[in-house]
C-alpha cells in the first residue's frame, strides 16, 4: 500500500480500476479524482515513468544468454523498451560461444548462474578468445556479493546488473559500456 501512496501513477491506475466497477464513482468524487488524473510526470516513480529509446544511431546487436527462456524473454522486452530490437538469444554457453563465431554481435548480457557453462565461465571463454576479446560483457545475476563482482571484474566483465532490475537500470548500463 505504501508504494501507491508514493506513486501518482500507481494510485491513477488503481482509481481507473476503481471506477470500471463503480461508474458512479465520477460524480461522487470529482476532486479526488481530478487531483490524481492530473499528475505532472515528474512526479512519477522512476519504476512506472516510461523510458525514452535509445537513439536509433546507438542501437546494437545484442546477445541474451540465460538457461531460462522467461528470463530471456524478459530481457528482451526490456531492450525492446529501450529501443533495442536486434536481439539474438542463447539458452545456454556453449550455444552462445557457437553463436558468437557465426554471429555479428555487439554486447553480451549472460546471466551467472547457469549450467553447464556458467555466466563467468562463458565471459573467460570470450575474454580468452582473439576475436571476442574487447566485446562488451554485462553480467547479470540475483547474487550481489562483493566477491562475486571481484571475481566478475577480475575477469573482465564491463558492467554487472543485479536482479531485480528495471529498464532504466539496464538502459544505463548498456550506455556505460557501448560509450
Not at 491506475?13 to 488524473?37: C, G, I, M, T
Request: proline letters at 6%; hydrophobic letters at 40%; charged letters at 25%.
Amino acid at each position: 500500500m505504501s508504494s501507491i501512496r508514493r506513486c501518482p501513477a500507481l494510485r491513477k491506475s488503481v482509481l481507473e480500476a476503481e471506477l470500471a466497477h463503480q461508474p458512479n464513482a465520477r460524480e461522487r468524487e470529482p476532486e479526488r479524482l481530478r487531483k490524481y488524473f492530473a499528475v505532472p510526470s515528474e512526479t512519477i516513480c522512476a519504476r512506472h515513468r516510461p523510458t525514452k529509446p535509445i537513439p536509433a544511431e546507438n542501437i546494437v546487436k545484442v546477445l541474451v544468454v540465460d538457461d531460462y527462456p522467461t528470463m530471456r524473454r524478459i530481457l528482451r522486452n526490456l531492450l525492446v523498451q529501450i529501443g533495442i530490437t536486434d536481439v539474438e538469444e542463447a539458452g545456454s554457453g556453449a550455444e552462445a560461444l557457437a553463436k558468437l563465431q557465426i554471429a555479428n554481435v555487439d554486447l553480451v548480457i549472460s546471466d551467472w548462474n547457469m549450467e553447464p557453462i556458467t555466466g563467468l565461465e562463458l565471459l573467460k571463454k570470450v575474454r580468452g578468445n582473439a576475436a571476442t576479446l574487447g566485446l562488451p560483457f554485462i553480467m547479470v545475476t540475483a547474487e550481489s556479493k562483493t566477491e562475486n563482482v571481484i571475481e566478475a571484474k577480475k575477469a573482465g566483465v564491463s558492467n554487472y546488473i543485479v536482479k531485480p532490475f528495471t529498464a532504466d537500470t539496464l538502459k544505463s548500463k548498456i550506455a556505460a559500456v557501448m560509450g
